[in-house]
């Protein structure tokens, strides 16, 4: 499994630098996914995480990558939607935004849960929602920066595509995409880390 994981990690980050749009918004989008990759190899033996906390973070760094391509406004995967709905914009980094709560809300609560730094319950539930906020928010604050410092890759990294509450329809998708993951898939991660604790006892 792991050796699927980053074979299809490394493929598509390979077809995703190869001629992207915009090289600076490549590397502006696609560092998260690149830093990511750096920290699971680096706690791989010490803190492995479920299969379901693996996947889900595969997954965010696809999405990363697609939208560093193309940047975000013209990514292609969403066009038929875009003409079915008659949506004015290419909605695709709401995708990207709503990744942002659902895959951190699973990553944070894992690293809570199994340090038994939060006991479960509800106060697990909004302290992880608050930490994906919190993400969020950090995010938007980086691209007003890479905004300030770089205009031209400022348009293309921002993705507002002329929407102006588009800071705040953001860090709404991640709010909506971390109590979705916590909802949906609260009892399936419970197991898996049950299990993962009985195979890897302190």
Known sequence: MAALWVTVYFATLIWSVTHP?????????VLPAMIAFVLLA???????????????????CLILMIGGHYTYAEVPLLDPLRDY?????????????LAQ?????????????????????KWLFFIVVCICLAISALYELI????????EEAAEAFLG???????????????????????ALLGRMHDRQIRKLSEETPE
């Open 143 to 150: 691209e007003w920066w890479v905004a300030l410092v770089s």
């Open 160 to 182: 507002t595509q002329g929407y102006a509450w588009d800071t705040q329809s953001d860090m709404a998708y991640a709010l909506i995409g971390a109590i979705a993951a916590l």
């Open 42 to 60: 680096a706690t791989r033996r010490r803190f492995p995480f479920t299969p379901l906390a693996y996947f889900l973070i595969l997954i965010h």
């Open 85 to 97: 709905f008659g949506w004015q914009r290419n909605n695709y980094d709401k995708l990207g935004h």
């Open 21 to 29: 749009k915009d090289t600076l918004t490549w590397l502006l989008e």
């Open 101 to 121: 709560g659902f895959v951190p809300a699973i990553v944070a609560r894992e690293i809570l849960i199994r340090n038994a730094i939060v006991a479960q319950g």
